[in-house]
């Protein structure tokens, strides 16, 4: 590509990297129908807060349950999570949560929100192992994990465990 990377640190704030790259002389490939992938939603249309302190994190996997059909509110941590189900908390079918976040870590604000009058079922997200998310709960089963980054098919099928199809029975 011939363009060289340009980085820009910050301390105590990170680093930048733009690289540019030589514009496509290529034909676009025609759009043709959905791919299966997100053809299909696998469970119920549902409200889903999605917890997570990086923007691009909590942006994406909020599209990516916008694709699969559902509703998305989004916090940045879980201080906000908690006004925010606290203020609507039965409007939720599910908490897709950070395990890692400044002011109040995923493992607290997930035992918070299992002290709420009927709490929704919660997803942990943690870039971890699933070997490290269960030393770091002391021997206590977590809920169910999805480790970073995750792709819309294991999105999808682990909505589908937590919270069934929501397809008629054959």
């Avoid at 299909?40 to 059909?69: F, W, Y």
């Avoid at 997930?110 to 030393?135: A, C, N, T």
């Amino acid at each position: 590509h011939q363009g060289p990377p340009w980085l820009a640190t910050v301390l105590g704030r990170g680093t930048t990297v733009t690289v540019l790259l030589h514009a496509s002389t290529a034909t676009p490939a025609p759009s043709g129908p959905v791919p299966e992938e997100t053809s299909e939603l696998t469970a119920a249309t549902q409200r889903i807060l999605v917890v997570d302190d990086e923007d691009v994190a909590r942006d994406t996997t909020a599209m990516m349950l916008q694709a699969l059909g559902h509703e998305t509110v989004q916090a940045r941590d879980g201080e906000e999570a908690l006004m925010i189900l606290g203020n609507d908390g039965n409007g939720f079918g599910l908490v897709l949560l950070d395990l890692t976040m400044p002011r109040l870590s995923g493992e607290a604000t997930y035992r918070r929100i299992q002290q709420l009058p009927d709490p929704p079922p919660v997803i942990l997200m943690s870039g971890y192992s699933p070997e490290d998310v269960q030393r770091s709960w002391g021997g206590s089963t977590p809920p169910r994990l999805l480790t970073k980054p995750f792709r819309l098919a294991e999105l999808r099928s682990t909505l589908a465990e937590v919270l069934g199809d929501g397809r008629p029975e054959p």
